[in-house]
């Protein structure tokens, strides 16, 4: 199906997972799966911490604006997802697919934000405790916030802004589980080169500076541990930055991977690169409630003692 020249569709259809068509009802069981057990430990901490004044703390407070990010991402896109898996819905109309677009990529660019700003917080836990107190204030706290809040909007604007004034004159499927970004560009006609230099600088640029800012932190981190003379001391520090380097690799990786593969990654299978967005935006939201919650002491025993009662 085509459409006028310097216009756009009323709409778009989504494939869901080109090549895996026949299985699509069966993964969203996985998926289905994953996104309950996301809800459910980012709410579980979020209301953890709103209920427990103890856990009214900049850690803590961190820590909930990750759960509420997560909580926008997985939900931007398993309702969709779902619908195209279980009950073949593979439309979305054109002002739903920039919307989810910008959400998508907003929120994921404002995780990266509040991602740093933990690994801040806890280099000063640890290098500068006894400046932690005076330094990361309630109004510094939210500073923090709004900043990585205002950069994910600001950065992701000028992307949804510029796929809306694009001329659509071609087929109007989209190759994909969701509305992202490159997938939605490669249906224009015309000239379409700022959108992909735009699209991979930012987030090239974001996932270089704010990935080589925590890899810092954490190496300070480290240097500092290993300055400490108890044993059990260095194996839980280790074991705590260990996890969560490793939740910030799931989280930069896979993004990076998208990013490049959805452009220039053609000999990669399309059921392998959707399959990777996909959980891009699954796993590390489902992940984080069990490496950056239950692996936090106070909120464990929170969290158990609610289930006991």
Request: glycine fraction near 6%.
């Amino acid at each position: 199906m085509s459409y006028p020249n310097h216009s756009s569709p009323s709409s778009f259809i989504l494939t869901g997972i080109p090549g895996l068509e026949d299985a699509q009802f069966w993964i969203a069981f996985p998926f289905c799966t994953m996104y309950f057990m996301a809800v459910l430990g980012n709410i579980m901490v979020l209301l953890v911490i709103k209920m427990d004044p103890s856990l009214h703390l900049p850690m803590f407070y961190f820590l909930s604006m990750l759960a509420a990010i997560d909580l926008v991402l997985t939900t931007s896109i398993m309702p969709k997802l779902l619908g195209i898996f279980w009950f073949h819905s593979h439309e979305i109309d054109f002002e739903g697919c920039v919307a989810q677009m910008f959400f998508i990529h907003s929120f994921s660019t404002v995780e990266s934000g509040v991602l740093l700003t933990m690994a801040f917080d806890r280099y000063l836990a640890v290098c500068k405790p006894l400046h932690y107190s005076a330094i990361l204030t309630g109004p510094t706290i939210a500073k923090l916030g709004l900043a990585a809040a205002v950069r994910g909007i600001v950065i992701i604007t000028p992307l949804t802004c510029m796929v809306t004034s694009l001329s659509y004159c071609g087929p109007r499927v989209i190759h994909h589980s969701y509305c992202e970004h490159m997938s939605v560009v490669k249906l224009a006609c015309g000239d379409t080169w700022p959108n992909s230099i735009y699209g991979i600088t930012v987030a090239t640029v974001v996932v270089v500076l704010d990935s080589t800012l925590i890899a810092v932190s954490y190496m300070l981190i480290l240097r500092e541990v290993i300055g400490l003379s108890s044993r059990e001391a260095h194996l839980k520090s280790y074991g705590t930055c260990g996890s969560h380097i490793g939740v910030i690799l799931l989280f930069y990786m896979p993004g990076l991977f998208c990013s490049y593969t959805q452009r220039w990654g053609q000999r990669i299978p399309a059921h392998i690169r959707i399959l990777m967005a996909d959980l891009y935006l699954l796993v590390p939201p489902m992940l984080n409630p069990l490496i950056y919650g239950m692996r936090t002491k106070p909120i464990r025993e929170r969290v158990l003692s609610l289930l006991r009662q």
